[in-house]
């Protein structure tokens, strides 16, 4: 059975940083495209960045409003993906879910975890 | 990037059919056939309903398909049942990165 499981979420100052994990297993975590997804509170779902497999390169890619703050990481000793966020802005605060891919779809998804950036 | 335009909302009775549509532009979902389409209830996470624009993942009801003409795709539910009431989300791949449909809420009356 596919998991995902994140952790680190919480309340946190503007300008603050805080990291995400999200620990996988029940597939194959090292050949996987590992994505990290948001959504803020009432509002629709937004893509966040992914990491691809070392296989493919192991490069990453964010979306605009993150680029420059925010940044993907892997371990595949441990089947866990990282979201390390740095400059948090309040319109960061989200759940943040952490999801596989597979030819351009999300297949799996976590739990989430939510992020709250206020002062 | 922005969003893909969803209708914020859709409806229909028991048994009937409902059609969603997902318009985006040649950078996206006119350019990729990689359109997948999400079922949210609410306080869940959302899951994957299709895939590459018409795939069903195991375990899907046959009663969701998708389909793709030009920069709009579209999901169908047929035989809508009440489980079906949630918000559904619409994604496409755009070259190096991906974008959400803005959402629409399916209402069974």
């Known amino acids: 059975e596919v998991q995902l499981v994140e952790s680190g979420g919480g309340l946190i100052k503007p300008g603050g940083s805080l990291r995400l994990s999200c620990a996988a297993s029940?597939?194959?975590?090292?050949?996987?495209?590992m994505n990290w997804v948001r959504q803020a509170p009432g509002k629709g779902l937004e893509w966040v960045g992914l990491i691809k497999s070392k296989t493919s390169g192991g490069t990453t890619d964010y979306a605009a409003p993150v680029k420059g703050r925010f940044t993907v990481s892997r371990d595949d000793s441990s089947s866990t993906v990282y979201l390390q966020m740095n400059s948090l802005k309040t319109e960061d605060t989200a759940v943040y879910y952490c999801?596989?891919?597979?030819?351009?779809?999300?297949?799996?998804w976590g739990q989430g975890t939510m992020v709250t950036v206020s002062s | 990037q922005s969003a893909l335009t969803q209708p914020p909302s859709a409806s229909g009775s028991p048994g009937q059919s409902v059609t969603i549509s997902c318009t985006g532009t040649s950078s996206d979902v006119g350019g990729y056939n990689y359109v997948s389409w999400y079922q949210q209830h609410p306080g869940k996470a959302p899951k994957l309903m299709i895939s590459?624009?018409?795939k069903r993942p195991s375990g899907v009801p046959d009663r969701f398909s998708g389909s793709k003409s030009g920069n709009t795709a579209s999901l169908t539910v047929s035989g809508l049942q009440a489980e079906d009431e949630a918000d559904y989300y619409c994604s496409s791949y755009a070259g190096n990165n991906y974008v959400f449909g803005t959402g629409t809420k399916v209402t069974v009356l």
């Open positions: 999801v596989n891919e597979e030819q351009g779809a999300f297949d799996f």
């Open positions: 590459e624009v018409t």
């Open positions: 029940g597939f194959s975590f090292s050949n996987a495209w």
